[in-house]
């Protein structure tokens, strides 16, 4: 008989992730109960407008990128993060890929194990037919929920494989050992978007299957642990596949062996796993891929034995055989590229992916645009998902074309001379890569949707809800101006600021309010951390609000509008963000006057130690009080205007020594907390230069942004990591607000 198994094999994973580092010091917990006690280092985490069918369409696309689709007969779709309690997820993949019509497709089911019942169903297909070639995806989502026992063990993934006669990679034997028992160890009702998870009775379970399958396949088989080369386990956490193998080796006999020689043996499995977290369906295949793309040593003719276990649960051990030509057919630089191509998420980043829903009472959205490869979910209409391709022209209808409006605008950072310009001193700053994003859409004629990502937010109002919402903010403004109450009791919420950008347009635009507005908001731009969020997000709104009705304002009148709003959020506005993310590029402002410089080239990075305890007009106030004869400000201006000189010149050692002056500066002035003047110190002791940007803290421990200019990265990332800060890379930007 022909052999028959993995013909091509890929994985895909998100482009987003989260290092558990930053989960375990949001959640209070030691790193090395995740790194260690668990072997987890990172988890992906899925983008709003990414899931199983766009997961798995990436992993497809890669693994048929040399096959003739037309041969391919079935498509079987295991998962257990379903989308629809009907219609099989492949269907849209077929769609996505362009396979042909003639073709059978179909969804499986039983928690992690779907896999491999399909692999074993294309297998015996296969075997009956052997021109045929079956494409098995698999593809999850692993949620369990904040702060729950799972948190730390989710993910997601998706693989694709081609099941064929005469495979180029693996054989796979036909001797199985299975065990089914009836259990509740992990489980997702249907009302629930997270799993349902008895952790520690699970592994329990889990290691139990494992002895039963393996007991049975070896009376189906003859073979013995040493007749195996390599061992392949689902992987819902690497330490639990140590625990297996070790499992393994007692029953064989093989013990002891020191658990350091286990953990070596098992790197090569363990390698992808560790940095996406569990991708239930798909986790024993990327062991598998791990193991083929890191392993030096030639694996021609190893045998490899699998343990596939799904939850409720049902388990399987089976074995196959790497074929000779099996390193030509690999995807391991597409794999190693796009794990290191990756983005790391902030917490508040994830916890704003995490919490993102798509409508489940029947009403339409579009999804905010992220990074997912080739495909994206692109929205929800009349109750059925949107797929869309990326990178490749629209087909929109002109009426869906008129009904779609986009505009971003970039954050800001200080580089010099914060607080020093509400003492007629210069400051330099510049336009960010980081952005608030707005879309705005048509929808219910008679309703505003407002659903903004950032704040987990989802709300629809009528015009009139609106318009009270105005009027309130308006009053309580006028109180903060009569010194009645404080800034932050002008605004409810932070989101507010953007419904009475919404409201206010409309109202000073005198437009009839007919069509209805479906409003999108992001951003990546850390809020309450003197990056200009607010500024950023009201000109975004404001711009594709404007769009949205055919219409077009000039910078003057977004300059206007958005202070105007923007000052309800800050007490009184300078306007240098509205300025910087409306122009972009980077600029010397002086008593009102702007002139451009270009933009920096030496190496900056941001470092965001957390929302200030103090607004920004706290601080202000507090400096004014203490500092406001000062002839410190005299000295802000020279080193202003050093810095100014240095950079144009791209002059580091200069732009540094600069940096230094200043960051002792705003110490002076009390605008800089007690542990990030320690952390500076740190930094500096490395050759780098650091400094608050923008207004700083007069009280707590967290300062917003911080400027750091380095030559010399890995160490202040290893400072970042003690500290439990993140370190990004910032670029300039020379544009400023614009539609997309
Ligand atoms: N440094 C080093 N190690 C540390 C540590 C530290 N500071 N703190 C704790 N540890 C160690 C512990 O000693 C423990 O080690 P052992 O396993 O060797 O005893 C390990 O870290 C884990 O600690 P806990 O048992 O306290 O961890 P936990 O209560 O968070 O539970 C878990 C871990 C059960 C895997 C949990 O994450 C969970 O419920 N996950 C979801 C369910 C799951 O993945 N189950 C696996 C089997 S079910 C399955 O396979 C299907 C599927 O995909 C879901």
Redesign the pocket.
């Known amino acids: 008989m022909n052999k028959v198994g993995i013909h091509r094999l890929a994985f895909y994973t998100s482009h987003y992730y989260l290092d558990l580092a930053i989960l375990a010091n949001a959640r209070g ?10 072997g987890q280092s990172k988890m992906a985490v899925p983008a709003p407008d990414e899931d199983i069918v766009t997961l798995a369409a990436n992993a497809a696309k890669r693994a048929l990128n040399d096959i003739n689709v037309n041969e391919i007969d079935t498509i079987l779709f295991a998962t257990e993060s379903g989308i629809d309690q009907s219609k099989a997820a492949g269907v849209y993949v077929k769609s996505l890929l362009g396979l042909p019509n003639r073709v059978r497709v179909i969804e499986l089911k039983q ?2 194990y779907g896999a491999t019942a399909a692999l074993q169903f294309a297998t015996a297909m296969v075997a009956k037919q052997p021109h045929k070639k079956i494409l098995v995806l698999a593809a999850d989502v ?1 949620r ?1 929920g904040f702060n ?7 993910g997601c993934g998706a693989i694709a494989m081609l099941i064929t006669a005469n495979p180029s990679i693996l054989a796979i034997e036909p001797e199985t050992g299975l065990y089914t028992d009836d259990v509740m ?2 489980w997702r009702p249907n009302y629930r978007s997270e ?1 349902l ?4 009775y ?2 329990k ?2 290691l139990h299957a494992l002895e039963q399958t393996w007991q049975h396949y070896q009376e189906e088989s003859g073979r013995n642990f040493k007749d195996h080369d390599y061992f392949c386990y ?4 690497p ?2 596949v140590e ?1 297996a193998h070790q499992t393994l080796l007692k029953i064989a006999g093989e013990l002891p062996v020191e658990s350091n020689k286990t953990h070596e043996q098992l790197k090569p499995i363990l390698y992808y796993g560790r940095e996406t977290g ?1 991708s ?1 369906s798909a ?1 024993l295949y990327i062991s598998l891929i791990s193991l083929l793309d890191n392993t030096a040593e030639e694996l021609s003719h190893k045998r490899i034995g699998f343990y596939s ?3 409720g ?1 049902v388990a399987e051990f089976f074995s196959g055989v790497v074929q000779p030509e099996y390193r030509q057919v690999l995807a391991t630089e597409f794999h190693r590229q796009h794990l290191a191509s990756r983005q790391a998420l902030t917490y508040q980043e994830y916890e704003a992916f995490y919490s993102y829903q798509l409508p489940t009472n029947g009403g339409e959205c579009f999804t905010p645009k992220h990074e997912t490869g080739d495909f994206r979910l692109a929205g929800i209409k009349e109750h059925k998902r949107i797929y869309k391709l990326v990178n490749q022209p629209e087909i929109l209808s002109k009426e869906t074309k008129a009904a779609i409006s986009k505009a971003l605008s970039p954050g800001k950072l200080i580089l010099s001379g914060e607080h020093a310009v509400n003492f007629g001193k210069p400051v330099l700053a510049m336009a960010i890569d980081r952005y608030a994003q707005t879309t705005i859409a048509s929808h219910d004629p008679e309703q505003v949707t407002f659903n903004l990502l950032d704040f987990n937010y989802k709300n629809s109002f009528t015009i009139n809800t609106l318009r009270a919402l105005k009027r309130r903010v308006k009053e309580k403004y006028k109180e903060f101006l009569a010194g009645k109450v404080g800034i932050r009791e002008v605004l409810q919420q932070p989101f507010e600021l953007t419904q009475y950008a919404v409201v206010n347009w409309l109202d000073h635009m005198n437009t009839k309010f007919n069509r209805g507005l479906d409003i999108h908001t992001t951003s990546s731009i850390p809020v309450g951390c003197g990056m200009g969020s607010s500024a950023a997000s009201v000109l975004s709104v404001l711009k594709a609000i404007t769009r949205f009705h055919d219409m077009s304002w000039d910078r003057e009148q977004y300059y206007t509008i958005a202070k105007e709003i923007e000052q309800l959020q800050h007490g009184k506005s300078s306007g240098i963000d509205v300025y910087i993310s409306l122009h972009g590029g980077c600029v010397y402002f002086k008593e009102g006057q702007a002139e451009p410089r270009p933009l920096p080239t030496v190496p900056l990075f941001l470092v965001n130690t957390g929302t200030p305890a103090a607004t920004t007009g706290e601080s202000v106030s507090h400096v004014l009080e203490h500092f406001g004869q000062d002839s410190i400000w005299q000295t802000f201006e020279t080193v202003t205007n050093i810095m100014d000189k240095a950079l144009q010149a791209n002059d580091l050692p200069e732009v540094q020594s600069a940096i230094r002056d200043n960051h002792r500066l705003l110490t002076k002035i009390e605008v800089v907390p007690a542990k990030v003047q320690r952390f500076i110190t740190e930094i500096e002791a490395q050759g780098a230069a650091a400094k608050i940007s923008g207004a700083g803290a007069v009280t707590g421990d967290q300062a917003g942004a911080l400027l750091v200019v380095t030559e010399q990265v890995e160490p202040i990332k290893q400072l970042c990591h003690q500290y439990g800060y993140d370190l990004l890379e910032v670029k300039a930007v020379e544009r400023g607000l614009h539609a997309l």
């Open positions: 917990i030691e790193v090395n109960k995740f790194y260690i006690g668990l928690a992690c692993a369990y729950t026992g799972g948190e730390s063990s989710q160890d992990f799993a998870v008895e952790g520690h699970s592994t379970i889990y689902h992987t819902p956490v330490r639990l625990k569990n239930y986790a276990y799904g939850s649960c």
